[in-house]
Each structure stands twice: as structure tokens, then as C-alpha cells.
């Protein structure tokens, strides 16, 4: 299991919190920034690790901004990713069970460093449950490529 893990300055602290979390639980990540509290671009930073989750680097991204919100947008734009805003453990799981998501994303004024441990725990361990469900997320795929008719 490794994950790829990002933020903008509005979830720096949320990250360092997450990545004390898969250091305790022994799983492979790599940070993909940003490293301080400066102000960046939070597109830029969901790219990169989304894109490395895309490519099958990764098996699951963790992408959190101060919301979740702008994120999961961004990498939502990316072909072959399908992020999620989570904001309770019913969502981490379902989202995995459900639409196969493969990119968690979270807000650091939204949810405490307890629940995003415990909705990371979850997201990464739960399975998709395919079936009608693989035919739901095809045509989400059919959406991305332009082909749904
Ligand atoms: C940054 O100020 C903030 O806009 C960002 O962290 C994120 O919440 C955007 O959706």
C-alpha cells in the first residue's frame, strides 16, 4: 500500500497530523507538498499527487485544503480519478464501497486530526463492492472521455 498525500497552506497542519498517522500504522507515502504554512495555489498541489494516483504510482491520494472543497475539483480533473470530499466515516466508506474513489479529500476547518485518521483507516481498507456499481462508475468514465450517450 502507498499512498500519495497533498495540501495547500490551509491543511499543512492537517497533513503533517495525517502523515504521524501512517507513520505510526507503518504505510508508505510520499508527501507531495506543500511544506509550509505560505500561501500557495491549492490546484497545483491536488495535481500532482492526483496525477501520481492516475498514473498507478500510488494505490489512494490524500488531498486536503482548508475546505476540501477546491481539491477535490481540482483533482477530479484529472482523467482516472475519482476524489471524494469526506466529512464522516459513513462517506470514507461508502465513497469506497460505492463509486470506487480513489482520492480522499478533506478540509482541515472542517473535520478534527481524529475523524481524518479514522476516515483514512477506513477509505484505505474498504473495498469496492463492483457489480451494478462498476457499470456506475464505467459511466462516470464514459463522462470523462466525452462517449456517454
Ligand atoms: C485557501 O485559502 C482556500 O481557498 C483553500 O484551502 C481551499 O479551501 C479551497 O477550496
Keep these: ?6 495540501c495547500d497552506h490551509g491543511a499543512y497542519e492537517l497533513k503533517e ?6 507513520d505510526e500504522k507503518g504505510i508508505e507515502y510520499k508527501d507531495f507538498g506543500c511544506y509550509s504554512k505560505d ?4 490546484p ?11 498514473d498507478k504510482e500510488y494505490d489512494f491520494g490524500i488531498i486536503c485544503c482548508t475546505t476540501g472543497l477546491g481539491v477535490s475539483m481540482a483533482a477530479n480533473k484529472v482523467k482516472g480519478v475519482r476524489a ?8 470514507a466508506e461508502m465513497t469506497r464501497r460505492h463509486n470506487n474513489a480513489n482520492v480522499i ?6 473535520v478534527s486530526q481524529e475523524l481524518a485518521d479514522k476516515m483514512i483507516d477506513i477509505f484505505i481498507s474498504t473495498e469496492f463492492e463492483g457489480g451494478r456499481h462498476q457499470r456506475r462508475v464505467d459511466l462516470l468514465t464514459d463522462i470523462e472521455n466525452g462517449t456517454l450517450e
Design 1 to 6: 500500500m502507498k499512498l500519495a498525500i497533498s
Design 17 to 22: 497530523s495525517i502523515k504521524k498517522h501512517l
Design 39 to 42: 500561501s500557495v495555489d491549492y
Design 44 to 54: 497545483r498541489f491536488a495535481y500532482i499527487a492526483a496525477k501520481a494516483v492516475a
Design 84 to 91: 471524494a470530499v469526506c466529512t464522516n466515516e459513513m462517506l
Design 105 to 110: 479529500c478533506m478540509g482541515q476547518n472542517v
